[in-house]
């Protein structure tokens, strides 16, 4: 695109590496608050998450998803048929936009942000080359470059031509047998997708469990729905290397002194020791491989670029992150598991119920297993952790998450009475367990 003025000698306020999630908000930010803001992409305007991975998965496990839950209630049951794969496929298509990223380039124009096609490379302080064009920045660079899939060393496994995450979410046909190499997020809810269209799918994770950062009870419910739908599970069984790295290999990060395939370290401003000039934001850093956490970090990052004080808030990152695996039973946690809040060293005591135990649970995820956990911090007497199990359970965890970002007493919380009939009500079933 021809840019006038200062733009045409490639000079700007800010330039962005990467226009996946975290660069666009960044970047649209950043131009909002009347900055000169220019976005470098080599690939697809909207990233990984857009084409590849949050968006196109939950396009390919939603109709099964909705045919299950329709089995559970009576009257819609009788008249459930089955997948229509090629409908599934062909939304698929239409939400990915058939991997044509031009609906998504008005939205930054818009904000004052330049679209710059290309491969950003570092080229020294506040420099980046785009394919042999010079950007140079007034204030910051701010590297978005997210992560990519790593393929384990296996022998004869590359030659195989493998599937990543790419593959995995824009195949245009179903394969007769689908092996899913690890049993976290991306794995099962891949493997959960493809077996639904009509794939033999089995899935080999290396440790004894699958969702092994989840609740325990969690990756049982998953594992045991996989299972009832034919889908071989393998623990136990190790495949080196496999899950995602972050996407620095090409950055030219070497002249700064940083290490070339590593995460990029930040700050709590999410700046780069050493470089004040040099932000990292999204899955680039390492923090949190997450797109809305990735979000979140853009939008602090902006805020320092903007002399504005901010900073990325402890209990709202990290492992502490809220999070969703969309399978069925879906997983919605955030904060601490049992576990993690033992080891941390925090005095917690968990309490459980029935997901759907209540009023509601006659409506909604009518006899599906589920479980809910809270876990809290005995000392403090506020909540550190929340899982769900469930039927559609992924709306729950955000009342969780405020509070426990909020740290908001449970004498408190035990006024914020659920709505009847809902299955909101088991948050008043858990507070009752504990005592209040």
């Known amino acids: 695109m021809t840019e006038q003025g200062e733009r045409e000698s490639g000079e700007f306020d800010v330039v ?36 590849y991975g ?33 409908a599934v496929l062909a939304r698929r298509d239409e939400v990915i936009h058939d991997l044509d990223d031009s609906v998504q ?32 920045a007034r204030m910051a660079v701010v ?4 992560s990519e899939a790593a393929v384990p060393p296996i022998p004869g496994l590359a030659e195989a031509r493998p599937w990543t995450n790419r593959e995995a979410t824009t195949a245009g046909e179903v394969p ?14 891949l493997g959960q997708a493809w077996s639904s269209l009509g794939s033999q799918v089995a899935i080999v994770e290396a440790l004894p469990r699958l969702l092994p950062r989840e609740e325990p009870f969690a990756a049982e419910q998953v594992e045991e729905a996989l299972a009832a739908r034919g889908i071989e599970i393998r623990t136990g069984v190790r495949a080196i290397a496999v899950g995602r790295r972050p996407a620095t290999r090409e950055l030219g990060l070497e ?33 949190s491989l997450l797109t809305h956490m990735g979000k979140y970090q853009a939008r602090i990052a902006a805020d320092v670029i903007l002399g504005r004080a901010a900073r990325l808030e402890e209990r709202a990152q990290g492992a502490l992150s809220p999070r969703v695996i ?16 033992t080891a941390a060293g925090i005095e917690v005591r968990a309490v459980d119920q029935p997901t759907s135990g209540n009023a509601g649970g006659s409506f909604y995820g009518r006899n599906a297993p589920g479980t809910a ?32 970002v909020g740290e908001v007493p449970l004498a408190r919380l035990w006024h914020a009475v659920p709505s009847f009939p809902t299955r909101s009500e088991v948050w008043l079933r858990l507070l009752e367990t504990y005592g209040l």
């Open 16 to 51: 962005v590496i990467g226009a996946g999630p975290a660069g666009e908000v960044c970047a649209g930010r950043l131009g909002e608050a009347g900055l000169e803001v220019a976005i470098v992409e080599g690939h697809l305007i909207g990233g990984e998450c857009s084409y």
């Open 54 to 86: 949050c968006m196109p998965s939950k396009a390919l496990l939603r109709p099964d998803e909705v045919l299950a839950e329709a089995r559970r209630i009576p009257g819609a049951r009788e008249a459930v048929g089955s997948v229509d794969v090629a």
């Open 105 to 136: 380039v008005p939205w930054l124009e818009t904000r004052n942000v330049a679209v710059v096609r290309g491969r950003g490379k570092l080229a020294g302080e506040r420099a980046v080359d785009v394919d042999g064009r010079r950007l140079t």
């Open 143 to 146: 590297v978005a470059t997210g």
């Open 176 to 189: 007769e047998r689908l092996v899913v190499l690890g049993g976290g997020v991306i794995g099962v809810e």
């Open 255 to 287: 002249p700064l002194g940083l290490e070339a395939g590593a995460p990029l370290t930040v700050d709590e401003q999410l700046r780069v020791p050493g470089h004040d000039w040099l932000y990292a934001v999204g899955d680039v850093n390492g923090r």
């Open 326 to 341: 969309f399978t069925d039973p879906q997983v919605a946690a955030v904060g601490h598991t049992l576990e993690s809040a």
């Open 373 to 404: 956990r809270l876990v809290i911090d005995e000392d403090r007497q506020v909540l550190v952790g929340a899982t769900f199990t469930g039927a559609e359970v992924a709306e729950f965890v955000h009342a969780a998450t405020i509070a426990i």
